[in-house]
Structure formats: structure tokens, C-alpha cells
């Protein structure tokens, strides 16, 4: 590549521009214009990509639906009634809050579709619960929380998921249905490093809730457990597409809060409302920056470049995930997850379908790498969040993050090289993939 081409120099400035600290949508909107000046094309061609892909792609609407969704139901008591539920489930057992942690992280998957929105709306919850009387130190409070979060975009619904469908055109149906296994899978893991730890470290046992409770529990939380069943049903019975189903369980987390439980104010309602418009300001403006720069590596052919440079390295289908795995997960200790989906993953997905990859089984590869990314150090996301709610050093936090790393890594490992553990289930919903 010339040094000086004007797609080298388009790079420059929107990395200069994102150290200078442009929001990374708004460099790359303000490099990819400098290159069609450089190249001698046409500058509005920028407007006309950006305002054709936000406005033809019907299914980027899902994804401030279900911020909002989400945000309903921290305002109301959904939240409170399903940590309820899920702790006299998994309380009783040594290091029972830990564990509850992940379960309701499980539960919460079904319906917010993002890792900061569990993060942000049960972490301070749990961060209290957990370290009330000194049971739990911070820090591992604060490292559950984290990477309990990360189940949040790998069960459905998925606003990961979503973006990937747009940069990919794969069904967004089965991507959620491929993302149920390995969900649990890496729960499971999860568990068991609780497990081991509880008994290394003697972690408190919970009172455990009597059984005799636990029909008035499930009855009280039953409304908030029926909302997944309300999106996916929705979804695979053929009844909504995801969008719509997004605002269904918008429309039907704020009837629950509101209607039922009665624990919505008009103050909660708007900041709901502002928390979800700027959530998804920022999420839109990196998606409209990506469809302009989209453009310009299309001009430059650059996945054809990557495609013919992969191919010449002779890479069998799971040497390429292999690499897709290092690569990604290299990416995500210095880059933001949303930016690596909607930048590198387009580049790589031609090489994937060339070498007969399936696009679901990629997609969903893909999505728990970049949600792996979300609590490795340095950048991780997730732990710089928990570091504000928590108030514990980074480095202690991160130190126990360590051995759910490792579990992740080895449940990441287990997906790549037995496709079937992703594709199964969409296939006995008749995915022909």
C-alpha cells in the first residue's frame, strides 16, 4: 500500500482524531470525507451512504428498543423481584451470592441484550448484596459482575448480534438461536470457577430460602421470567421480526413496571428515556461512521485484499477461526467492541464465506471474542465500570477476573472447533446453513 495514497491517509486522521478524543463514529465520518476529496470523488457521496444504510436498514431500530427495554426495567422492580427469584434458587449453596450473580445474568440476557445495560442495572445492586458485612471482597464482587455481564449479548436478544446481521445480511433469528448454547456453556463455566472458589476461600453460605416460599417467589416474579418467552415465542413463531419484537418488550417491560408492579415514577420515566436516547446517539453515530468508512474499503477493496493475502497463507476453515480468535482478542484489549464489529469483522467475513464458514457459527465466534474484549485488560470496558461502582483498584479487580478468563477462553475454544455447539439448535428450527 502507498504511504501517501489517500486511503492511508484517511487512516492517519481518524486515528489522530480518535486520540484527540473525537468520538471514533465522528473521525471516521470526518477521514472517510477526506479520502473521497483525496481520491477526487464526489463528497456528498459520504451523506448519501450514511442516510441510505441508517435509513434502509429497518433492524438498526431494534437496537434502541431494547436499550429502552432494558431501562424500564431498572426503573421499575423487575430487577429486584428476579434477584428474589434467583436467589432462593441458588442462595443456599456456598458462595450463593456469586452464583446468583451469574444466574441472573442469564435471566437478564433475555431481555436487555447488552453487557453494560446488565452491568449498569443490576451491578450496584449485586455489588452491595455481595459485599454487605464483608462477605465478599469488592473486588470479586466487582469481577462476578463483570463477566456475568458478558453472557448479556451471547443469550437473545443481542444488540451485538443485530449489528453483525447488518455488516453480514445472516438471518438475526438463527444468530440468536445460535447464541443460546454457548450462553450456557460459558455459565456453566462460570459456575464452576465459582464453585472451586467458594470452597478455596470459604465463601459464606446464604439462609436459605424455605421451599415453602419458593411457589409465592416464582408466582411474584413470573411476570418479569415471562418476557423472553414474549420476545423469542414472538420472534420463531413467526409472529414479529426482531424489531418488532423489540418494541414489544419495550412496550411490555414499562406495562409490567408501571401497570403491574406499580414502582415507576414520571421522574424515572423520563431519566429512562434520556439514559436511552444517549445510549443510542452514541451507538448510531459509530454505525453511520462505519457505513461511510464501509464504503471507502469497499473503493479500496480491501476485504478482496485481505481475502486474496489470507488465501495465499493457505489457511484450512479452522486455522482462519484460530486466527479470527487471536486477532480479535488482541483487538479487543486496546479497541471498543462496537468499533471492531462494525470495522474489522466486514473485512474478514469475505474470506469466511470463501473458505465455506458458516456465517452464523462466524457471527456468533465473533460476538463472544468482542465480548471477551469487554473485561481484558487494558481497555475492558466492563472493568472500568465495575472500578466506578465498586470503588476497588483496577488491578485487583482484573487479578480476579483472571480464572472466569481463562473458562471463557476455554468455553470460546470449545465453540470454534465444534460448529454443531452453535448451529444445532438453529438447525432444528430449520436453519438449512
Not at 291 to 308: D, H, Q, S, W
Not at 331 to 358: H, S, Y
Not at 404 to 429: D, G, H, K, N, S
Request: proline share 6%; glycine share 10%; with cysteine.
Amino acid at each position: 500500500m502507498n504511504l501517501i495514497s489517500p486511503f492511508s491517509l484517511a487512516l492517519v486522521a481518524i486515528t489522530a482524531l480518535a486520540f484527540l478524543g473525537l468520538p471514533i463514529g465522528h473521525a471516521m465520518i470526518a477521514g472517510s470525507i477526506l479520502y473521497l476529496l483525496l481520491a477526487g470523488l464526489d463528497m456528498g457521496t459520504a451523506a448519501e451512504q450514511l442516510l441510505n444504510g441508517m435509513y434502509s436498514n429497518y433492524i438498526i431500530l431494534s437496537v434502541p428498543l431494547f436499550i429502552l427495554a432494558a431501562e424500564f426495567m431498572n426503573i421499575g422492580s423487575m430487577t429486584d423481584r428476579l434477584m428474589t427469584f434467583c436467589n432462593a434458587l441458588v442462595g443456599r449453596f456456598r458462595g450463593g451470592l456469586a452464583q446468583v450473580n451469574i444466574l441472573q445474568s442469564i435471566i437478564f440476557a433475555g431481555m436487555s441484550g447488552s453487557a453494560i445495560a446488565d452491568a449498569a442495572g443490576t451491578g450496584r445492586m449485586m455489588q452491595a448484596m455481595m459485599t454487605r458485612d464483608g462477605r465478599y471482597t469488592p473486588s470479586y464482587a466487582a469481577a462476578t459482575t463483570a463477566v456475568s455481564s458478558v453472557i448479556g449479548p451471547i443469550i437473545p436478544p443481542s444488540i451485538p448480534m443485530v449489528l453483525y446481521a447488518l455488516v453480514s445480511d445472516a438471518s438475526i433469528g438463527f444468530l440468536f438461536l445460535g447464541g443460546v448454547i454457548p450462553g450456557l456453556l460459558m455459565a456453566l463455566g462460570q459456575m464452576i470457577i465459582v464453585a472451586i472458589t467458594a470452597r478455596r476461600r470459604n465463601f459464606p453460605v446464604e439462609k436459605p430460602v424455605p421451599l415453602r416460599k419458593l411457589p409465592r417467589i416464582t408466582l411474584d416474579a413470573f411476570p418479569s421470567l415471562m418476557m423472553p418467552v414474549v420476545l423469542l415465542g414472538g420472534i420463531y413463531s413467526g409472529v414479529m421480526t426482531p424489531t418488532e419484537a423489540a418494541a414489544v418488550a419495550a412496550a411490555y417491560a414499562l406495562l409490567i413496571s408501571a401497570g403491574l408492579y406499580r414502582s415507576v415514577s414520571w421522574r424515572g420515566f423520563y431519566s429512562s428515556l434520556a439514559i436511552s436516547a444517549r445510549t443510542s446517539v452514541s451507538i448510531g453515530m459509530l454505525i453511520a461512521g462505519s457505513l461511510v468508512f464501509n464504503y471507502v474499503v469497499t473503493v479500496e477493496n480491501i476485504p478482496e485484499g485481505v481475502k486474496a493475502l489470507l488465501a495465499g497463507w493457505n489457511l484450512s476453515p479452522i486455522g482462519f477461526l484460530i486466527f479470527v480468535n487471536v486477532l480479535l482478542l488482541l483487538l479487543g484489549c486496546v479497541l471498543e467492541g462496537t468499533a471492531i464489529l462494525l470495522i474489522v469483522v466486514p473485512v474478514l467475513i469475505p474470506t469466511a464465506q470463501a473458505l465455506g464458514i458458516d456465517l452464523v457459527h462466524f457471527g456468533v465466534v465473533v460476538v463472544i471474542n468482542i465480548m471477551i474484549g469487554l473485561i481484558t485488560p487494558p481497555y475492558g470496558l466492563l472493568l472500568f465500570i465495575m472500578t466506578n461502582i465498586s470503588g476497588a483498584p483496577l488491578r485487583s479487580i482484573v487479578r480476579d477476573v483472571m480464572p472466569f478468563l481463562f473458562a471463557m477462553l476455554a468455553a470460546l475454544a470449545i465453540l470454534t472447533f465444534v460448529p454443531e455447539t452453535v448451529l444445532w439448535l438453529p438447525r432444528l428450527f430449520g436453519y438449512q446453513g
